[in-house]
Nanobody
Framework: QLVLVESGGGLVQAGGSLRLTCAAS????????MAWFRQAPGKEREFVAT????????SYAESVEGRFTTSRDNAKNTIYLQMNSLKPEDTAVYYC?????????????????WGQGTQVTVSS
């Protein structure tokens, strides 16, 4: 069973950057597919990106493609989300999620473990 803790959120001006971190514990990290989701006020949780793992390609939501980059460090049981050129519409609580399957998915219903979330606020 994974325990996930996100960090790195905050307040940033439009055009700025943030790097989110998700640290995992209590599980064999390399056995899990990992991803990032976000939820803005009054909206449903939406897919952001999957974290890379081996030969499995990374996927991104169209809204963040080219601005966000995910990475993974299995030795540190950690994934990262580098967010550049941030826009006010990126404002949301960002969650990392783990799935008992090495194949990632963009569907939140297919993830078994979730962090508590970290708030990202982008001012215009």
């Amino acid at each position: 069973q994974l325990v996930l803790v996100e960090s790195g959120g905050g307040l940033v001006q439009a055009g700025g950057s943030l790097r989110l971190t998700c640290a995992a514990s209590r599980g064999t990290f390399r056995r899990y597919a990992m991803a990032w989701f976000r939820q803005a006020p009054g909206k449903e949780r939406e897919f952001v990106a999957t974290a890379p793992w081996g030969d499995i390609s990374t996927s991104y939501a169209e809204s963040v493609e080219g601005r966000f980059t995910t990475s993974r460090d299995n030795a540190k049981n950690t994934i990262y989300l580098q967010m550049n050129s941030l826009k006010p519409e990126d404002t949301a609580v960002y969650y990392c999620a783990g799935r008992r399957n090495i194949n990632p998915s963009s569907l939140s219903s297919e993830y078994d473990f979730w962090g508590q979330g970290t708030q990202v606020t982008v001012s215009s």
